[in-house]
């Protein structure tokens, strides 16, 4: 099981972003969906690792918010309430919501198997880093093929050319980043298997 457990930055100097984040993931494939914890905190439950990657990413993209990833089992049967949840995965999220306020991304992933835990972290933080780096131009064209666009679609709507549309997806590492995302979620689970599990 995956526990999120997300905290705003810098808090003080800002608005209370947490009722849109709460909003904002209502309707997404979680367990138990986000709820506030105590004041800019949110936490949610999840057995799904793509779903876990993809919050986690978008989350660190804003620069709002640090994120804590947390892997193992948890108390069943859950409560209604994602606050009221207790076990292992709550504590490794706990954690790792820790290490992340001092992380290059603001994102951490903790569990039961360190080395499995720091791999997946890695992966994910390198594809943080892709799109960190990311100019303009490049999040634009990206967007548009996120939203399932085909390059020449996306390219129309840009008012540009195909080449330079495929010239703008490869500068911002769209393959690269779809691939990351991929091995971020295969890591994730790798890491949420347990030794049982492997025997």
């Known amino acids: ?9 810098r808090s003080r100097r800002d608005m209370d972003r947490v009722p849109e ?23 949610a439950v999840c057995e799904d690792a793509a779903t876990v990657v993809s919050i986690a990413l978008e989350l660190v993209s804003t620069t709002h918010w640090t ?26 999220a706990r954690d790792a919501v820790n290490r992340a306020k001092n992380a290059p991304l603001a994102l951490a992933v903790s569990g039961p198997h360190p080395a499995a835990a720091e791999d ?12 960190d780096r990311r100019t303009d131009p490049g999040r634009e064209a990206v ?22 549309m495929s010239q703008r997806l490869s500068v911002a590492g769209w393959h690269i980043e ?20 492997r025997s």
């Open 1 to 9: 099981m995956f526990v999120l457990t997300v905290d705003q930055r």
């Open 21 to 43: 984040l709460l909003d904002r993931y209502r309707d997404h494939k979680l367990t138990r969906p986000f709820d506030r914890t105590a004041g800019d905190e949110v936490q």
């Open 67 to 92: 994120v804590g990833i947390g892997i193992g089992s948890v108390e069943l049967p859950l409560p209604t309430t994602t606050r009221a949840g207790r076990g292992p995965a709550f504590e490794a």
């Open 120 to 131: 997946a972290e890695t992966a994910a933080t390198l594809v943080a880093l892709l799109v």
């Open 143 to 164: 967007a548009l093929m996120s939203r399932g666009l085909s390059q020449t679609d996306a390219a129309e709507q840009l008012k540009i050319s195909k080449q330079a």
């Open 178 to 197: 779809t691939a990351g995302r991929t091995l971020a979620v295969r890591l994730l689970n790798a890491a949420n298997t347990t030794e049982s599990d």
